[in-house]
């Protein structure tokens, strides 16, 4: 069963506006992360938060945690083209580290 | 270059057939993953290795063997491929420490069909 849910399962926004992705969970976590896919290739990892920690930047990434409503978000802002990829969070836990289905990004010019 | 590298990318095979998807890493890492990513799931992990000679079973690892002789590779093998192991696959390291708390790197996947 998938610990992380993202919502919304799919996004389509212009260049330069600001994109949010959330991501719920069932379970306590040690860790929230956070993942990129662009078609055909990997995953990359952007970002990993401690469930002892409220908020975390990353160049325009800024990712903000909830545990006490269990939840995540990860924006964007001020997108690009080749922001466009699947975004995945993943929820670590005890030995185990759980994705979720993603969000579909696009991002248009 | 460093880096994670899976092969084949591409691979087409017959039920029933055995293939072996290979996997090399050049960091040392101590943990290797094989998750397998379908449509509508996500990734699922089939196995993980904590290190060479310790390997220990995922979400779905009915169908798939691994081994780890080696720090730098981890293998995973379809003895009797059927046609819902059809997926891509990718295989993923991580450093020392809980597997769960550190960043995943991943392998561009190979993607496998089996007719």
């Known amino acids: 069963s998938q610990q992380g849910e993202e919502d919304p399962q799919a996004l389509s926004i212009q260049e330069g506006e600001n994109a949010t992705m959330n991501c719920s969970y069932k379970?306590?976590?040690?860790?929230l992360q956070w993942y990129r896919q662009n078609s055909g290739r990997g995953l990359v990892h952007l970002i990993l938060?401690?469930?002892?920690?409220r908020e975390k930047h990353s160049g325009r990434l800024r990712v903000t945690l909830d545990t006490s409503k269990k939840s995540s978000s990860l924006l964007i802002t001020a997108s690009r083209a080749a922001d466009t990829a699947s975004y995945f969070c993943?929820?670590?836990?005890?030995?185990?580290?759980?994705f979720g289905a993603g969000t579909r990004l696009a991002v248009h010019p | 270059d460093a880096g994670i590298t899976q092969s084949p990318r591409y691979k087409i095979t017959e039920t029933g057939r055995q293939v072996t998807l290979m996997c090399h890493q050049t960091?040392?890492?101590?943990?290797m993953f094989w998750y397998r990513q379908d449509l509508g799931h996500g990734l699922r992990l089939i196995y993980y290795?904590?290190?060479?000679?310790?390997?220990d079973k995922g979400e779905v690892p009915d169908g798939y063997v691994v081994s780890r002789s080696k720090t730098e590779n981890f293998p995973l093998t379809l003895e009797s491929a059927t046609r819902s192991q059809t997926s891509v696959y990718f295989c993923?390291?991580?450093?020392?420490?809980?597997?769960?708390?550190?960043?995943?790197?991943f392998g561009d996947g190979t993607r496998l069909s089996i007719l």
């Open positions: 993943a929820c670590g836990g005890y030995n185990k580290l759980i």
């Open positions: 960091w040392s890492h101590s943990y």
């Open positions: 379970t306590s976590i040690n860790n």
């Open positions: 290795s904590a290190a060479a000679d310790i390997t």
């Open positions: 938060i401690r469930s002892n920690e």
């Open positions: 993923a390291s991580s450093g020392q420490g809980s597997f769960s708390n550190q960043p995943q790197h």
